[in-house]
């Protein structure tokens, strides 16, 4: 269906999430007996196209009646923040599928959903109305929300979504500092592990031999994925636009070695091995590879 191209009406969608309408709107507080809610969304992502499916489940009778008779229409709107991409969709049925040039969104992708008027409704009165509304009718504008069927994202899919490398979302550094513990910032793009100067010249001298890389994973790169999982589950509103969220979101979604997991902090330890494949099994592995078998039995 095509865009819905009212500025009244973008405006509207910007701010309704923060506003009671001076009329009767279903899914804000308590103004409507009923349910308005999205099944869905599926997303497909390729190179050129992204594809978002859903359907329109609205428990209001009377708003249902409006939408079938072509007074009211189902919305979708859709926002991506670091592409500034904003566009309404419009249908009249309860199954809608959109297409967007994959070039448009980036990262983090917001969903609002809506019913709006199609055309300007005189005496407008829901039966199911809170009784502050009893008495009163309203005259609706072309735009005007009838209902608000709540919000929803998901990450824009890029080539480095699905990657099990750690490059793709952590990163080692040398921090200011001669010695001490190992600190870790998440407010970047990646996790940073920050080392010590002292730990740092050694972890690069070591690093040339790759026999090491296993051990570091065990070492340096879970404890630090323990802690970010941790946030994740704690902090969320405070990561979510991060790549590094972004990523193992990602991985939480579809990796099968993590289906059924929950996600909880106490959860943690078990996620971030999984994520890493079970490290620790590698580690020993490596140890062993390591040690000189003949002078380890001659004891």
């Known amino acids: 269906m095509p865009a819905t191209s009212s500025t009244l009406l973008t405006w509207v969608f910007m701010k309704i999430s923060n506003l009671s309408l001076p009329y009767p709107v279903l899914g804000v507080h ?4 009923g349910k308005y809610e999205i099944t869905g969304p599926d997303i497909t992502t390729r190179p050129e196209i992204t594809e978002i499916k859903l359907v329109h489940v609205l428990g209001s009778h009377e708003i249902h009646a409006m939408v079938q008779a072509g007074r009211a229409e189902y ?3 859709v926002h991506c923040m ?3 991409y904003r566009r309404c969709f419009s249908t009249t049925t309860n199954s809608q599928s ?9 990262d983090r992708v917001d969903l609002e959903f809506f019913v709006i008027a199609a055309q300007e409704i005189a005496g407008y009165q829901p039966a199911a109305a809170h009784p502050d509304y009893e008495g009163f009718q309203f005259r609706l504008t072309r735009g005007d929300v009838l209902a608000h069927g709540g919000t929803t994202n998901f990450v824009s899919q890029k080539q480095w979504m699905g990657s099990e490398a750690v490059g793709s979302f952590m990163v080692l550094e040398q921090g200011d500092f001669k010695a001490g513990p190992m600190r870790y910032v998440l407010d970047r793009s990646k996790i940073t592990i920050i080392l010590s100067k002292d730990d740092f010249d050694r972890y ?3 690093s040339v031999s790759r026999s090491f890389d296993r051990i570091f994973h065990s070492a340096l790169v879970l404890p630090a994925l323990v802690y970010a999982v941790t946030q994740m589950v704690d902090a969320t509103d405070t990561y979510q636009d991060l790549k590094w ?6 991985r939480k979604t579809n990796d099968p070695a993590l289906t059924g997991e929950s996600w909880d902090i106490g959860n943690a330890p078990v996620i971030a091995q999984l994520l890493l494949s ?3 099994d590698r580690t020993l592995s490596s140890l062993w590879e ?3 078998q003949n002078s380890f039995g001659a004891e």
Do not use: H, Y
């Open 30 to 33: 308590d103004d409507i007996v």
């Open 75 to 77: 919305v979708t709107q």
């Open 82 to 84: 670091k592409t500034a």
């Open 98 to 106: 959109i297409e967007i040039n994959s070039n448009d969104l980036r």
């Open 204 to 206: 690069r001298l070591l």
């Open 245 to 250: 969220f972004q990523v193992l979101e990602d």
């Open 278 to 280: 079970n490290p620790m």
């Open 290 to 292: 390591l040690v000189d």
